[in-house]
């Protein structure tokens, strides 16, 4: 099952998410990101059912780049979240889409933030949010490590837990994450955590 | 390369042997079938005819990419209706080779290898073990078609024959069509059996 998780720290948000396509038994790629950089200073971690994770959140990423070009200024963070919530909350009883999404973003007058964004059009501004099976491990582990004003570096390490808690006791662990990072810099990859590197060509 | 076996099934009735589960998009691009054969034979026809329709608008040819998004959209918008298309999309276009994955539910993946259908397990197996990238245009078919042959052997709806086609920067072509049958005793002949006790014929008295 997909494992997607982040945190708040000091003048940042760090997401993580597995990158394995799964379908039933079969592991189709293992080097799928599943994080889509909404904008420069936002990162949508999706997970959910193939179809509805990418469609969904492309449909996101091109009404906040639509505002931006009528508007001359981006969207905020939090405003981002209210209307991808409120685009899941209209589609929920008619043809519902089955994404869990955590949204990071940094604004100026803000700074970094977390919305936790399930699939029945639950919205939470939050420090620390995970989905999926590999939320049974990740939350307690960033409950009793988790500082607000952490640096970069104890961040990975607290991410870096979660992901070894993950591997080592969920039984399906998926055997790669990719791990992003947004700051007043911007939004970016920050690492791969690989312990099965495909035999071929880098990640697509 | 694309490879497929040729076998449709109705439950446990081989309805056809003879089925082509590569469909030829157009002269520089191929697709699939897995899942139901009138869902995927419908839409690849009509995933031809809008790449043809973008090849008319645009004065170029379409992308691997653009037409996999295609067909991923057209398949997403009758999501929950009870379509059943596991497909992979592969072709040649100016960026080079490309390989999509589009099943029923809307979703599309990039990669370098997929297997798709009911046999797919089987077929990763051998793929996986013997693939390289930089490997030959004959070792790739090989591998291919031993791919094929594999999952006929344990899955019991593939059967029939292993097509394989070679996707080049002029297009596809059509490198080979065995029947699995004798694959299996090309691959591992019988050796001829030392019998122990012969049994004489009885003289007439």
């Not at chain 1, 760090?14 to 990101?33: G, P, R």
Request: hydrophobic content about 40%.
């Amino acid at each position: 099952m997909e494992c997607v998780f982040g945190l708040v720290g000091n003048g940042f948000a760090i997401v993580a998410a597995d990158t394995s396509a799964v379908h039933s038994i079969l592991l189709h790629k293992n080097n799928e990101d599943k994080i889509m950089v909404l904008d420069s200073h936002k990162l949508v971690a999706a997970s959910g059912e193939p179809g509805d994770r990418v469609q969904f959140t492309e449909y996101v990423q091109k009404n906040v780049s639509l505002y931006k070009f009528r508007n001359g200024i981006s969207l905020t963070t939090a405003a981002a979240a209210n209307f991808t919530r409120g685009e899941l909350a209209t589609a929920l009883r008619k043809n519902p889409y089955s994404v869990n999404i955590l949204m990071a973003g940094y604004d100026d007058e803000a700074g970094a933030s977390l919305y936790y964004i399930d699939y029945i059009a639950t919205l939470h501004k939050v420090d620390k949010g995970a989905f999926g099976y590999g939320s049974y491990f990740s939350l307690s582990t960033m409950d009793r490590h988790y500082r607000s004003d952490m640096s970069v570096e104890e961040a990975i390490e607290l991410v870096d837990k979660c992901i070894l808690e993950i591997r080592s006791r969920l039984v399906v662990a998926p055997p790669n994450f990719v791990i992003k990072i947004v700051d007043k810099d911007g939004a970016r990859d920050y690492a791969w955590r690989q312990s099965v590197k495909d035999v071929t060509t880098a990640a697509v | 390369m694309v490879a497929a076996d040729s076998r449709a099934s109705m439950g446990g009735y081989i309805s056809s042997q003879s089925v082509k589960k590569i469909i030829e998009i157009n002269p520089y691009m191929l697709g699939t079938m897995a899942g139901g054969a009138a869902d995927c034979q419908f839409w690849h026809r009509n995933l031809g005819i809008k790449c043809r329709l973008h090849e008319l608008e645009n004065k170029r040819r379409i992308s691997v990419s653009g037409a996999s998004k295609l067909l991923a959209n057209m398949l997403y918008s009758y999501r929950g209706m009870g379509l059943s298309v596991g497909t992979m999309i592969a072709g040649w276009d100016e960026t080079g080779p490309g390989l999509y994955y589009v099943d029923n539910q809307g979703g599309r993946l990039k990669g370098d290898r997929f297997s798709v259908g009911s046999g797919s397990p089987y077929a990763y197996g051998v793929l996986d073990s013997g693939y390289k990238y930089d490997m030959s245009v004959e070792e790739a078919s090989e591998l291919a078609r031993r791919s094929i042959y594999h999952a006929t052997f344990r899955d019991g709806a593939s059967g029939g024959v292993a097509s394989v086609y070679h996707v080049g920067p002029e297009g596809w072509t059509k490198l080979s069509g065995d029947d699995v049958g004798e694959l299996h005793y090309h691959y591992y002949p019988v050796a001829p059996a030392i019998a122990e006790q012969v049994m004489e014929e009885a003289t007439a008295e």
